[in-house]
């Protein structure tokens, strides 16, 4: 079955460390994207790439850096310099910028 | 730059009442317009979308929504709502052209009791 993984469901770091989420689909989808879902305040746009190679910030990308070297797989690095990183971390692609959203099962991350 | 407001955050019902959750975006031009839900313990899935034609449309689960271009407003509707339709709903807007990527409204929380 064609799907987005999110890897791992759970993970915890100590403040200071930067660390890597994965995103992977083999939806054969052009774009992709990372949210970051708050209570209350929805789903917030981090970053997304519309094609392999290229990648645009969202409303929330300081602190954040990705990568789209290859097509089915969108990392996500939470840095040191992100000031609230605790929060649940949802990857979702589409076969094109219009097109409805497959979303991941998330990753939670706690940084303590 | 574009927003999606949901004004109710919290809403309780009781089964086979009526259901309408607002949404409202501040975009002009051309959008397209989703309704996503997301049950207790699951992902996010579509309920229903809207990008041109009848301003009616109809999603699963007996959803639909109704987008009136004037008030820039996309309202979601349930007829009669049952317990298994407990979950949060979340207004998307994406424009169609410039930045394409989905913006969400904060969610509406919907309790149903039985």
């Known amino acids: 079955d064609g799907g987005i993984t999110q890897s791992p469901k759970y993970l915890f770091r100590k403040e200071g460390q930067n660390v890597t989420l994965s995103c992977e689909q083999n939806?054969?989808?052009?774009?992709m994207y990372w949210y970051r879902q708050d209570p209350g305040q929805g789903l917030r746009l981090i970053y997304y790439s519309q094609i392999v190679n290229d990648f645009q910030k969202g409303d929330i990308a300081e602190g954040y850096s990705v990568s789209r070297e290859k097509k089915e797989s969108f990392p996500l690095t939470v840095t040191s310099a992100q000031k609230n990183p605790t929060a649940f971390y949802l990857c979702a692609s589409s076969q094109q910028a219009s097109s409805p959203l497959h979303f991941g099962n998330g990753t939670r991350l706690t940084v303590t | 730059a574009q927003s999606v407001s949901q004004h109710n955050h919290h809403v309780i019902l009781s089964e086979a009442a009526s259901l309408e959750l607002g949404c409202n975006y501040s975009?002009?031009?051309?959008?397209?317009l989703f309704w996503y839900v997301q049950y207790p313990g699951q992902h996010l899935q579509l309920l229903l979308k809207y990008f041109s034609g009848d301003p009616l449309v109809k999603g699963i689960k007996g959803f639909e929504a109704e987008f009136i271009k004037s008030k820039f407003s996309f309202n979601l509707r349930k007829p009669s709502v049952q317990w298994s339709d407990t979950a949060e709903y979340f207004c998307a807007v994406n424009q169609d052209t410039g930045r394409r990527a989905l913006t969400f409204g904060s969610g509406t929380r919907l309790q149903v009791q039985p």
């Open positions: 975009y002009g031009g051309t959008v397209n």
């Open positions: 939806l054969n989808h052009d774009a």
